[in-house]
């Protein structure tokens, strides 16, 4: 029972080391270390238009490889990583980046959650103060019938004889 507990934890381990290898071949690695290191970077940041919410590191996808190879391509030319990424979005717009750039067509898309976040702290906020001002008044205080209601209620009561006065089911 120990030994397959230790083979379980073993094969565990080396499922979680093969699921962080990255898809870049080796076909593409640059030889200089250092734009390499470039190049992952960025690759990290642009989206894989098919996969759509991987970067063009981690995606598989044959435009992905595409993608990653023109970045090399670019680095390996001289560009600086702004260069880089400002050719990509001209040739595939912003949604390229998975984080977006802070622009004014992207403004809703920054401010939107934190707006949501503060609105909805103020809607729990504004309900907890209500309901502190509802307990300090008494739980619902009881309603108060006209004389014309009760009258009513004293007749319906007296022709029903399932219901007794005082039966908690009334």
């Not at 307990?135 to 009561?157: V, Y």
Request: some cysteine; charged content about 25%; glycine content about 4%.
């Amino acid at each position: 029972m120990r030994f397959l507990r230790i083979v379980l934890f073993v094969l565990l381990g080396w499922v979680s080391l093969v699921t962080s290898a990255r898809a870049v071949q080796p076909d593409e690695i640059m030889p200089d270390a250092a734009k390499e290191a470039r190049a992952r970077d960025l690759s990290r940041e642009l989206r894989c238009m098919v996969c759509q919410n991987q970067s063009i590191d981690d995606s598989e996808a044959p435009l992905a490889r595409d993608l990653r190879l023109l970045v090399r391509e670019r680095i390996a030319a001289g560009d600086s990583d702004n260069q880089v990424i400002d050719f990509l979005v001209a040739r595939y717009g912003e949604f390229v980046l998975l984080k977006p750039r802070f622009n004014p067509h992207t403004l809703l898309l920054w401010l939107l959650p934190p707006l949501a976040l503060a609105g909805g702290g103020v809607a729990l906020w504004a309900y907890a103060k209500r309901r502190a001002k509802s307990a300090q008044q008494g739980k619902n205080p009881p309603l108060k019938l006209t004389a014309e209601e009760e009258a009513r209620l004293e007749r319906l009561l007296a022709t029903d004889p399932s219901v007794r006065p005082g039966d908690p089911r009334s």
